[in-house]
């Protein structure tokens, strides 16, 4: 198996210091990624975008353009056929 | 795991073949049965399904033999004994999971109650043309064991010892019955549970993460587990790996399928058993197995009378075959005798082993009734000339 | 894999409950198959199962291959034959709760009479069929569920039969849980497989998913993505639907929705009470003098 370089794009890494009041959080295993583009589609606030990069496979994978809109609500981790992006919930403390 | 509730009925019993299987697959702990109506085999499972109530065994007559032959194999992962029953074109139908019993490992008997083919052939008249079917039929190379019995005694004695077989190799067993076994109503004793010997399964006592369902010790036999107990195993068809993983490459393959093999093959004399008769010194030994023993003991004895040396070999276990016994039997004799009720399978095997040592005489018969003992007297007398 | 481990800040969730050896999966891009174990794994979750006790069936085609991902007591048996290894598996061992999830070419074609049977005995299993409208393993051939007029392998000039309406189907034969979704629908599918999950006796969930490789293909229809998006726009849902009234034709809009949800004694039940009954009160009845001697005897 190749080996899984796995970025998980947290809100705060992507956009910087914008998005304190994110309630979700996107986690993506870009390397798992074939590219189908449900994750993007459907995402029902636009936090995704496809990137013009490829992975080892060849295929294009998401990447977080809006972290700050996501909701944790996990619809991409329904949709993805193949278990390479889920999203969560951030814990509401303070 | 699954306790084997007895309940047999003991004693002097007066059962043809049939309701003596049944019998005893109780006494063998069996607790599944799924079958289909099939002539001449269903009295077995309208034995089991009148008796299994009270012995605390499942009986379903599922939709088909297709469908019997692998509920069973489910029954069995779920950690029961289990078996089906059927004849000629029933037994047909369940050839793909005699492969899958085998690949899977999955200890399980299958009972052929055997009649006259091809096709839908003669349903109620005997035959023993399933022989090589049973050796042979499912597609890929494997190996079963498969008994002959030849008397409703032995219907029962004998399926005991096929569920025994089947525990300590994990393999199916099929139990070659015929029409006139099964139908012939005799005098059946049934010992009392604790006289009977049972093979447990060869459970497990690895714990999730340690055991793998088909990595095996030097007996070439893997440990058993059923699902449920947390060893979250995966069960396929596919040429697999130790762990149950698909592999699809040569190297697993000829691991797998000739782990097996061998491990059938490795224990032939623990696993054969056969009964001699006046072999030592014989210049003709008849070979039979089954109801055709019988008819030929006739025929034996009317030829020792005439002061021939006739031995007779009676194989139990028929598959796998006993081909060194075979092949040193034939260097001492002048012919062996194979009457058989189809037109020429087990000869085959005593053919090949035999090596051209002495002469082979196939006895045959198309089915539809036993032989006439005279054509098997005649055969004997001609060969021993 | 360390590197997941290092980077990833939380494991996806279905990850718990899949064979992470065995990931990647063999299904191709866009492939509705994952989508639904997706929601099989929050599923499970929410159900009233015991996952210690949970048996996944599958046959074959490539829906028979989420057993060999799901990390359960799972068997991949042989084509269309799940159904009655589950219903071996689930009599030998009630405790277990065994799940069913196969594709429509092994379930209702070579496996239709287990199928129809199953149901009609009202048999203690959850059938999950994810139907592509084609059989794809082998290579996009015509399936009874293919609709009239679509290309196959094997209908180079569309199909000229009409397909099965499953849930119809299932109804009919007495199944006491129907549903039909689209992977587009998946919290409507997960709800479904818990409500299945949940029920005694035959339930049944049928999930119309792309085959992009073959079935999409094949028919010019696009992409896995141009097929989600047209399940989106051409999905009516109609819970209660009279199943009669739900069949399915190309590239006509898809009726889903729950469509019964009754209650009826299942197989195990039924048979648990009259067993319970011979046991219990007639156990001798039936037998006779001597053999009841034996018996006791034994005893
Ligand atoms: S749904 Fe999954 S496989 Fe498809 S593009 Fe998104 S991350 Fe990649
Ligand atoms: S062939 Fe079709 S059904 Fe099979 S994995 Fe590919 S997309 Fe899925």
Not at chain 2, 14 to 40: K, M, Q, R, W
Not at chain 3, 199 to 228: A, H, Q, W
Request: include cysteine; hydrophobic fraction near 40%.
């Amino acid at each position: 198996m190749a080996k899984e370089s796995a970025t998980s794009v947290s809100s705060e890494e992507k956009s910087a210091g914008a998005p304190k009041k994110a309630r979700g959080q996107v986690y993506i295993l870009q390397e798992r990624c074939k590219g189908c583009g449900y994750c993007v589609e459907f995402c029902p606030l636009g936090v995704l975008v496809m990137s013009s990069r490829f992975n080892a496979k060849g295929y294009h994978y998401p990447e977080v353009a809006h972290a700050e809109k996501c909701s944790g609500c996990d619809l991409c981790g329904m949709y993805c056929p193949d278990f390479s992006i889920h999203g969560a919930r951030r814990p509401t403390k303070e | 795991m699954a306790g084997y509730d007895s309940g047999s009925i003991v004693g002097a019993h007066y059962l043809d073949g049939d309701h003596a299987a049944s019998e005893g697959a109780i006494a063998a702990g069996c607790n599944f049965v799924a079958g289909y109506p099939i002539t001449p085999s269903t009295e077995v499972v309208e034995r089991l399904a009148w008796r299994f109530p009270i012995t605390g065994g499942t009986f379903i007559q599922m939709e088909d033999e297709i469908a019997s032959s692998i509920a069973i194999q489910g029954a069995v992962w779920g950690g029961a004994k289990a078996m089906t029953v059927s004849s000629g074109p029933g037994i047909s139908l369940m050839m793909e999971h005699i492969g899958l019993a085998a690949m899977t490992e999955v200890p399980c008997v299958f009972v052929n109650v055997q009649r006259g083919g091809p096709s839908t052939g003669l349903p109620t008249l005997p035959a023993q043309a399933d022989m090589m079917q049973a050796r042979w039929g499912s597609h890929g190379d494997y190996e079963v064991i498969a008994l002959a019995p030849s008397s409703p005694q032995e219907c029962f004695d004998l399926l005991i010892h096929a569920f025994n077989l089947s525990e300590q190799y994990r393999v199916p067993v099929l139990f070659m019955m015929d029409e006139s076994i099964g139908h012939m109503t005799e005098r059946v004793v049934i010992p009392p549970s604790k006289q009977i010997k049972l093979v447990p399964r060869r459970f497990t006592k690895l714990g999730p993460g340690e055991y793998l369902p088909y990595r095996a010790g030097d007996d070439l036999v893997p440990e058993m587990t059923q699902a449920g107990v947390g060893h979250k195993v995966h069960i396929t068809g596919l040429t697999h790996d130790e762990q149950g993983y698909p592999v699809m490459n040569a190297d697993c393959q000829h691991q797998l399928v000739t782990r097996l093999v061998d491990k059938i093959r490795n224990n032939v004399d623990k696993i054969a058993f056969y009964h001699e008769d006046e072999i030592e010194g014989a210049d003709v030994v008849v070979v039979t197995y089954g109801i055709t023993s019988r008819v030929s003991m006739r025929a034996i004895r009317a030829a020792r009378q005439e002061g021939l040396k006739v031995g007779h070999l009676r194989l139990v276990v028929v598959w796998p075959f006993i081909e060194e016994y075979i092949r040193s039997l034939a260097g001492k004799v002048k012919a062996l005798v194979v009457p058989e009720i189809n037109l020429g399978q087990m000869v085959l095997e005593v053919e090949r082993c035999a090596r051209g040592q002495c002469e082979v005489v196939l006895v045959s018969h198309a089915g539809g009734t036993v032989h006439n003992p005279q054509v098997i007297y005649d055969a004997i007398m001609e060969a021993g000339r | 894999m360390t590197d997941v481990a290092e980077t990833c800040v939380q494991e996806n969730p279905v990850e718990r409950y899949l064979r992470m050896d065995r990931i990647p999966h063999i299904w191709c891009p866009g492939c509705g198959i994952g989508t639904t174990v997706n929601c099989f794994a929050r599923a499970i979750e929410q159900a009233d199962v015991d996952l210690e006790k949970l048996a996944i069936v599958s046959g074959i085609g490539c829906t028979g291959r989420v057993a060999g991902y799901l990390n359960f007591d799972s068997f991949h048996t042989t084509h269309g034959r799940a159904i009655p290894f589950a219903t071996g598996l689930k009599l030998a061992n009630p405790d277990l709760k065994v799940v069913v999830y196969s594709g429509d070419g092994d379930l209702v074609a070579i496996g239709g009479n287990h199928f129809i049977h199953a149901a009609r005995r009202n048999a203690d299993l959850t059938v999950i069929c994810v139907n592509n409208f084609n059989y794809a393993m082998t290579g996009g051939q015509a399936a009874p569920t293919t609709p009239l007029d679509a290309m196959g392998t094997t209908a180079p000039y569309g199909v000229c039969e009409r397909p099965f309406n499953l849930p119809f189907l299932a109804k009919s034969c007495g199944a006491v849980y129907v549903a039909r979704w689209t992977t587009y629908h998946v919290r409507q599918i997960t709800k479904a497989m818990v409500e299945a999950m949940n029920k005694d006796g035959f339930s049944f969930v049928e999930i119309i998913s792309p085959c992009p490789t073959l079935y999409e293909r094949r028919n010019r229809l696009g992409s896995g993505l141009d097929r989600m998006k047209w399940f989106k726009e051409n999905s009516v849902i109609k819970n209660g639907s009279d199943t009669r009234n739900i069949d399915i034709a190309y590239q006509q809009p898809i009726i889903c929705g729950k469509f019964v949800d009754i209650d009826r004694p299942s197989l195990l039940e039924v048979t648990e009470a009259k067993i319970g009954d011979i046991r219990g009160k007639q156990r001798w009845a039936d037998v006779s003098r001597r053999q009841k001697k034996s018996i006791e005897q034994t005893e």
